[in-house]
């Protein structure tokens, strides 16, 4: 059975979506059986946000090399908080 690019509604915002080929030969090659119900921006957004709505940010000050970030726990008094480069470095030497 030959298979073409379906055309599909996402069940979230309603818009139509194509289901290309290529990406139900990427479903089958996972064993998924079902086609997807989203759209791709509803399912970045479902993955990005999940169940519970965007992610709270808190601004925190590298405890390494003091440029202002981002983090997605609320930092605790008397522990040191990095930035992803400086947090990869420490990761980095501690693992050598």
Known sequence: MAQEDKTLTCRDCGKTFVFTIGEQEFYQSRGLQHEPTR????????????????????KVTCAECGCETEVPFEPREGRPVYCSDCYSKIKEQQQA
């Open 39 to 58: 759209c791709p921006d509803c399912r970045e957004a479902k993955r990005r946000y999940g169940r519970y709505g965007p992610r709270t940010m808190y």
